[in-house]
């Protein structure tokens, strides 16, 4: 079982505003804050958003080996569309909107956004994983 997930930001309070707002929308709270980072968890699972001394470089590209996207399981199609609807204003952009809500096949119903930084998230309505 996942334990958590750590993303590492090239801007901290931009993240936080993003991430933040899409992972409390998800039911997440807040469960850690330290100087260069915060985390959001639900049950045992938590994601981390650092932006790290230690970290080389400021471009994250979704593209390249390494994490490709997030996907986390919704709710009803119409609590993915709530989503999509406000995503904008969080600096979230929906992708593929000429496929949505079936731009992962068309028994899968989700919605692929990516945020100022490059990271994508899929979010897929309940028992609609194809």
Same mark, same amino acid.
């Given at each position: 079982m996942l334990h958590h997930v750590e993303l590492w930001v090239p801007d901290l309070s931009r993240a936080v505003r993003? %991430?933040? %707002?899409?992972?409390?929308?998800?039911?997440?709270? !807040? #469960?850690?804050? %330290?100087? #260069?980072? &915060?985390?959001w968890r639900k049950g045992p699972t938590y994601?981390?958003?650092e932006q790290s001394p230690a970290m080389r470089g400021t471009d994250h590209?979704?593209?390249?080996? =390494?994490?490709?996207?997030?996907? $986390?399981?919704v709710g009803a199609p119409a609590e993915?569309? /709530?989503?999509? =609807? /406000?995503?904008?204003?969080?600096? %979230? !952009?929906?992708? $593929?909107?000429? &496929?949505?809500?079936?731009?992962?096949?068309?028994?899968h119903y989700a919605a692929y956004l990516v945020n100022t930084d490059g990271f994508e998230v899929e979010l897929v309505a309940a028992g609609r994983s194809g």
């Open positions: 993003e %991430w933040g %707002w899409l992972l409390e929308r998800l039911g997440c709270q !807040t #469960h850690q804050e %330290w100087e #260069h980072g &915060r985390s994601v981390v958003v590209d979704r593209m390249r080996p =390494g994490l490709n996207h997030l996907a $986390f399981q993915v569309e /709530a989503l999509v =609807g /406000a995503a904008s204003a969080h600096g %979230w !952009t929906l992708m $593929f909107p000429d &496929r949505h809500p079936h731009a992962g096949g068309p028994t």
